[in-house]
């Protein structure tokens, strides 16, 4: 039987960059996989209020609209609930003409090497953070899984889905990665981190720009802390039970 892969793209007001994304995705997973295996394009659209939804009608297979902006993650979990494949590729909506780069990462998973691949893109052109949201999640998720991850905020990853389900629901907001990560690791996923030549929106040092790595501060430190309080609840539980 064919491989299956259910590509997945949570979208919020991507209204200019959405068609741009799936019409690259799609030629370049017709080039690659040349019907050697079956593909379906998901996006969910996850309340916006431009023209994202009318923009990506024509090129997805499925496409699930929220009725208001429930959290990135949350959109990413509506994409799995939908999805057929055996394997999953999340992808942001923002990738335009390197969205088909993306598909490397499908590879080691076909080759039974790894449960879940993360892509690491290259520096950013321009200046933008102090880096400060990806030291704290690198520093995290290496103590609170013993992973040590060069691309700790990456939303472009594959995942069995099988492994993927077995960890229960994603985690709502920004931040996904980061718990799914620290997930994935503390269950024994096999990981692999690929260099993928993607590149996406940036934000510069303007005040836009700092709102934004704000914003993503306090969702990565949230993700943290729900995941430190699990652990902490394991092993209250487990010191209870040797009681």
């Known amino acids: 039987m064919k491989p299956y ?5 949570p979208a919020w007001n991507e209204e200019g960059s959405i068609a741009h994304t799936l019409r690259h995705l799609q030629d370049q997973a017709d080039l690659l996989f040349n019907h050697a295996m079956r593909v379906e394009i998901i996006v969910v659209d996850d309340g916006s209020c431009d023209k994202t939804y009318e923009a990506a009608w024509p090129w997805a297979d499925k496409l699930i609209k929220h009725k208001r902006r429930c959290g990135k993650g949350a959109a990413m979990q509506s994409g799995v609930a939908e999805a057929r494949g055996d394997l999953l590729l999340f992808l942001d909506a923002d990738l335009r003409s390197t969205a088909g780069r993306a598909l490397v990462l499908i590879e080691p998973l076909l080759r039974h090497e790894a449960d879940m691949a993360i892509a690491k893109l290259p520096p950013p052109r321009t200046k933008a953070g102090f880096g ?7 520093r995290g998720i290496r103590r609170l899984s013993g992973y040590e991850t060069e691309a700790p905020l990456s939303g472009q990853r594959a ?63 949230m ?19 040797s009681i």
């Open 159 to 221: 995942v069995r889905a099988d492994r993927l389900r077995e960890l229960g629901e994603l985690r709502r907001g920004f931040g996904v990665e980061v718990a799914l990560t620290i997930d994935a690791a503390r269950r024994g996923l096999r990981i692999v981190e690929l260099d993928v030549p993607i590149a996406h929106r940036e934000t510069g040092r303007d005040w836009h720009g700092f709102v934004h790595r704000g914003k993503q501060f306090a969702a990565v430190s």
């Open 5 to 9: 892969i259910s590509i997945i793209i």
């Open 132 to 138: 400060l949201v990806k030291g704290l999640a690198r």
């Open 223 to 241: 993700a943290l802390l729900s995941r430190w309080k699990e652990r902490k609840q394991v092993w209250y539980s487990s010191d209870r039970s």
